[in-house]
């Protein structure tokens, strides 16, 4: 089954407005976490949230979970040029008792923030 | 802030060879992760490493794949004969505590068989 889905694919704004990322999974998660990557570059980690959580923030950062809809948002409030990068919504499910958690990612929303 | 390193940046290795991608996880971090990306296709988990073992690996990770954490600050995944469908990039990944842990990554390999 796939997991993680965002959509859009692709979002262009102006700088200044807010975008809105939206994720879907299928399966139970223990976390979900966001991600930015810049063209070819790393991972960079934004935020986790757990899956007794609903919301969290973090700057202009906020993270919704709704874990009857399986379904989380990323929303990024007054857009910056440097905004622009691909977000990806990864969950994060233990198959084995040892404490490492496999992450499961989506194909990403290509973010365009437009000076 | 501590981040993970990983060298070299850009690989370049005829199929068939051995190649071996190193890693510097976040010093204090006790779980350790391989995951690649293959040009436009989403990023895939291969294995994951605590107490000087494998706790999970996916379908990818087969004979080919090891890894090893030689000397307890390096992170070593090898792929032993190399196929042009390893052509990728790969990230390693480390966390602190139990996954219920923000995972930090590295900048990648980029990997490419020829």
């Known amino acids: 089954s796939q997991q993680g889905e965002e959509d859009p694919q692709a979002l262009s704004i102006q700088e200044g407005e807010n975008a809105t990322m939206n994720c879907s999974y299928k399966?139970?998660?223990?976390?979900l976490q966001w991600y930015r990557q810049n063209s070819g570059r790393g991972l960079v980690h934004l935020i986790l949230?757990?899956?007794?959580?609903r919301e969290k923030h973090s700057g202009r950062l906020r993270v919704t979970l709704d874990t009857s809809k399986k379904s989380s948002s990323l929303l990024i409030t007054a857009s910056r040029a440097a905004d622009t990068a691909s977000y990806f919504c990864a969950t994060g499910r233990a198959y084995s008792g040892a404490g490492s958690y496999q992450l499961t990612f989506g194909k990403g929303t290509k973010l365009s923030v437009i000076p | 802030e501590p981040e993970v390193t990983q060298t070299p940046s850009h690989q370049v290795t005829q199929m068939g060879q051995e190649v071996i991608l190193r890693c510097v996880p976040i010093s204090n971090h006790l779980y350790f992760y391989w995951y690649r990306q293959i040009l436009g296709q989403k990023v895939e988990f291969l294995v994951s490493f605590y107490n000087n073992e494998i706790s999970e690996k996916s379908e990818i990770f087969d004979d080919q794949f090891s890894v090893e954490r030689p000397d307890g600050s390096n992170f070593t995944l090898k792929i032993r004969s190399t196929k042009l469908e390893d052509s990728a990039m790969y990230f390693c990944a480390s966390s602190a505590e139990t996954g219920n842990q923000p995972q930090h990554f590295g900048d990648g390999t980029r990997l490419s068989i020829l």
């Open positions: 949230i757990r899956s007794n959580e």
């Open positions: 399966t139970s998660i223990n976390n």
